[in-house]
């Protein structure tokens, strides 16, 4: 399956002081339609690698319902490396900003 999916409108949110590896808080648009907000960035405390999260409901059970989720492991990449490229380019922009302030 080739998954032609175009995400705009991507914002990122950084979270000086999150748990569960939580680094940051995106949302984006999905083929000019549908607006996905409150996905957790999260590192891997195993090797570090960045992923996303989707945000659920969780009962008073502990069942966890998801209130939306890529469907394909082919959307999920599209998804998970645009907004992955985003928080890159956040990054090197802060770190171009640090170069550029005279010490």
């Known amino acids: 399956m080739n998954c032609k999916l175009e995400i705009t409108d991507i914002k990122v949110r950084l ?42 409901k969780r009962t008073d059970a502990g069942d966890k319902y998801p209130y ?18 985003r928080l890159a380019a956040l990054a090197r922009a802060a770190s171009a900003a640090g170069r550029e302030r005279p010490q």
């Open 15 to 56: 979270i000086e002081c999150g748990s569960d590896g939580l680094v940051a808080w995106a949302s984006c648009v999905v083929a000019h339609a549908i607006k996905l907000d409150n996905i957790a960035i999260r590192r891997s405390q195993r090797d570090g690698a960045l992923f996303l999260t989707y945000p659920t």
């Open 68 to 85: 939306f989720n890529p469907v394909s492991s082919e959307a999920s990449k599209v998804v998970e490396d645009a907004v992955l490229a």
